[in-house]
């Protein structure tokens, strides 16, 4: 009898695993909700498939007169463009402060101490600031994103940045490279990486600011029309809204995963 | 020429004293090996003539000039480990130095330049046996490549002064050999004074030129660092005028090769 940690799954059986609990969690939510049904035909709490396809392909297809487009894609388009700023932002904000902090000793002394009091703020905390200071409209939502996630990522790279062996900035030096030089060649191209994989952490609290900056006031957007149809009870809605915010992450975090691997092929080298 | 004097260096730390009266003269084109018990200060001296740190007292001259007070391409180095840079392939590694130096904004080298550079930077990958390694990366290159690699990331620059800090340290015992075997001969051909640290004294008889062994030569057991190390002693290895007197031999014997080879028949002379 061996110890069960001397025990791998086979690939084929590793994948079937992980697609159980899926699997396993539908069931029971169908099981749940026929049984629902059979009590009461009008349940709204629990829907069934057919419901759920009626409304989906109805705000799918169905071009919504205000909005001059289906909703469902208009939400998407509008709370994906919100991540897209809010994310695009902080890792620009997050490589070049995150750089500076962790290489230059003077930035770092003078400014790190104020990153870190400022990722020790709740984002959620300050939204009324956001909106007395910057409106109801985008900005204070991209500036509420950023807010939440840059000073992380400006933390996470200015760490990756001191985490440079010594021995490969002195190199640098006796080869003659000036500050700026071990910026570009030395210090920016090893930190990149790491900016890729904190972008990749973030993208869950991301979400986060968008759905909850869209819950208060917007005009459209994921969040929006969740919380807008939260009144009606409407879970034909919101849980399929549920699944594809979870599916867009994923697919976020995917090509994020991708593109570390073919931007950065040497972080996953290994002698040949 | 490249001369180098430690003139009665102290390095501290707080109250402790690591080195203490530190006295050295080093001639040009000397192989100067420090050993000594771990934990002494072999590595800070190497560290003070790098200026990556600044003794408490004395001076560092390097041909007569004080050294500067950073690290500076007048002095090379290669450590045990880290000494390469990860993200760069092998060509680029050895490159980079040149790159700098020519290019001060963008760090990049163009057209002919570049194509000149590319071509010394792959005579000196051959020199240390990488070439058909170039567009590789260093995580895929064994330990004993990848100081290789260093080595010649370093020579490229022709620093006055090539600085080892147990460079083979952490090599399996053959690369460690024909690591040996290459830091002597490119010692020999590019004619550079070399400082290395080790703790391995076959190692440091077999390479230098002159062996400087650090310790604590002064002792109090109720306050240890109130004494540092300091040169405790110094042995000539191989004499210069033995080295002379070898390289006279090899250029008398290469002379009369080439006399032989100019004049192939000795008949022809009597026709």
Not at chain 1, 166 to 185: F, N, P
Request: aromatic fraction near 8%; glycine fraction near 6%.
């Amino acid at each position: 009898m061996r110890r069960i940690i001397n025990y791998p799954p086979s690939p084929g059986l590793a994948l079937l695993l992980g697609a159980a609990p899926f699997v396993a969690v539908g069931l029971a939510y169908l099981a749940a909700s026929d049984a629902r049904l059979a009590v009461d035909a009008a349940d709204k709490l629990m829907p069934g498939v057919s419901a759920f396809y009626a409304q989906m392909s109805r705000l799918m297809t169905r071009v919504d007169p205000v909005v001059g487009q289906p909703l469902f894609w208009f939400d998407t388009w509008c709370s994906l463009a919100r991540l897209l700023a809010g994310i695009g932002v902080s890792a620009l904000i997050g490589i070049v402060c995150g750089v500076l902090i962790g290489f230059i000793p003077w930035l770092r002394a003078a400014f790190e101490p104020m990153i870190f009091a400022l990722s020790l703020i709740p984002p959620l905390a300050v939204l009324p600031i956001l909106f007395i200071a910057f409106g109801l409209g985008e900005t204070s939502k991209l500036v509420l994103i950023v807010f939440g996630i840059a000073p992380f990522i400006v933390r996470d790279v200015a760490l990756a940045v001191t985490a440079i062996p010594r021995e490969q900035i002195i190199k640098a030096q006796t080869l003659g490279a000036s500050t700026w030089q071990m910026i570009v060649d030395v210090v920016l191209p090893q930190a990149l990486p790491r900016l890729i994989e904190s972008v990749r952490l973030s993208l869950g609290s991301a979400w986060l600011f968008v759905i909850a900056a869209e819950a208060i006031t917007a005009e459209g957007g994921l969040g929006y029309r969740i919380f807008l149809v939260r009144r009606y009870l409407a879970m034909d809605v919101i849980l399929p809204y549920v699944v594809w915010i979870t599916l867009l992450a994923f697919l976020l975090d995917f090509a994020l995963r991708k593109l570390s691997a073919a931007a950065f092929p040497w972080t996953r080298l290994r002698e040949a | 020429m490249t001369e180098i004097r430690f003139e009665k260096v102290w390095k501290e730390y707080g109250s402790s004293i690591v080195l203490e009266n530190v006295d050295l003269a080093l001639a040009d084109h000397e192989f100067l090996v420090v050993i000594g018990p771990s934990g002494v200060g072999k590595t800070t001296l190497l560290r003070l003539l790098l200026a990556q740190e600044r003794p408490t007292r004395g001076r560092i001259l390097l041909d007569g000039r004080e050294i500067a007070s950073e690290p500076t391409a007048d002095r090379g180095v290669v450590f045990q480990r880290y000494s390469v840079f990860p993200h760069k392939s092998v060509l680029a590694n050895v490159m980079l130095g040149p790159q700098w130096a020519g290019s001060p904004l963008v760090g990049r080298l163009f057209g002919a330049r570049k194509r000149a550079l590319r071509d010394q930077a792959m005579a000196l990958l051959d020199r240390v046996g990488l070439a058909e390694h170039a567009r590789k990366y260093p995580a895929q290159l064994s330990g004993g490549m990848q100081q290789r690699l260093a080595l010649a990331q370093a020579l490229i620059n022709k620093p006055k002064v090539l600085l080892l800090d147990e460079p083979f340290g952490a090599l399996d015992p053959g690369s460690r050999r024909s690591m040996h075997v290459l830091v002597r001969e490119l010692w020999e051909e590019q004619s550079m004074t070399i400082v290395m640290v080790t703790h391995d004294l076959m190692e440091a008889f077999h390479l230098g030129t002159r062996v400087v062994a650090i310790d604590k030569v002064r002792n109090d057991p109720q306050a240890p660092e109130r004494y540092g190390a300091t040169i405790a002693s110094d042995f000539c290895a191989k004499p210069r005028i033995v080295r002379d007197s070898f390289r006279f031999e090899a250029a008398r014997l290469r002379a009369a090769a080439e006399l032989a080879a100019k004049t192939p028949l000795l008949t022809r002379e009597k026709d």
